[in-house]
């Protein structure tokens, strides 16, 4: 932890609590296609990217469960630098995973993957991890093969829909995926650091391709990027 994020750490008090003055800008970014054309939305974040991207995939899901969009697979993919981030965004997951049918995660139509690239794989789970798997209060079989490089956690004999994976991931192989499970039309929404969008953009690049090839049926590949931090 350093810069602004230190400062403001080294301000407060043991107690916890610190009176001040806050200015909020904004909002800023936002995709100037509409996701609702697509028929696939694919999010990419690393670190406090995560701000930009959890918006669509919570409204994205919310749109696919009540049938009020074209979209029929969203997916996120968010790296991060160890398990304490999680905290950011349980609140939300949590209430993805209790208001979302179970049916939607069973057919891969809704996919979150989090890989954490400082976990330690022999550790159990964390408490701050509980509240998204104690909300499930059914059985899930469905079954998934483990990353090269990022080994999953087997957190909990109850599968959660939410996906953790130990180490840090080949971006190409987050991008090798992402090609996998490409529609006809198809959004891709990353923010993160420079590197990972990058990464991504030039995957993106090699994969329109696949618009010209009748090998798959792929019509449009479409990205947007972001940058969020300090």
Excluded at 11 to 18: I, K, N, Q, R
Excluded at 145 to 163: D, L, W
């Amino acid at each position: 932890m350093h810069g602004l994020t230190r400062k403001i750490y080294d301000s407060v008090p043991e107690t916890g609590f610190l009176d001040g003055k806050v200015f909020v800008e904004g909002p800023y970014g936002g995709c100037e296609r509409d996701y609702n054309s697509f028929d696939s939305l694919f999010l990419v974040a690393s670190g406090t990217g995560i701000a930009a991207t959890l918006p669509f995939l919570l409204k994205a899901s919310q749109d696919i469960v009540s049938g009020n969009t074209k979209l029929h697979h969203v997916r996120l993919d968010w790296i991060i630098r160890d398990n304490d981030s999680v905290e950011w965004i349980v609140p939300e997951l949590t209430k993805l995973i209790q208001t979302v049918p179970k049916k939607f995660f069973d057919d891969k139509v809704i996919k979150v993957n989090i890989y954490s690239c400082h976990a330690d794989g022999t550790t159990e789970l964390d408490d701050k991890f509980a509240t998204i798997y104690k909300c499930m209060d059914h059985d899930s079989s469905s079954t998934s093969e483990s990353e090269e490089k990022a080994e999953k956690v087997e957190m909990n004999e109850e599968k959660s829909p939410v996906e953790v994976f130990n180490g840090k991931p080949a971006i190409k192989q987050v991008g090798g995926s992402i090609e996998d499970e490409l529609s006809l039309r198809n959004v891709i929404i990353v923010s993160g650091s420079e590197s990972l969008k990058q990464e991504i953009s030039n995957k993106v690049a090699s994969m329109q391709r696949l618009v010209f090839s009748s090998q798959k049926s792929v019509e449009e590949i479409y990205l947007h990027t972001e940058t969020f931090g300090w």
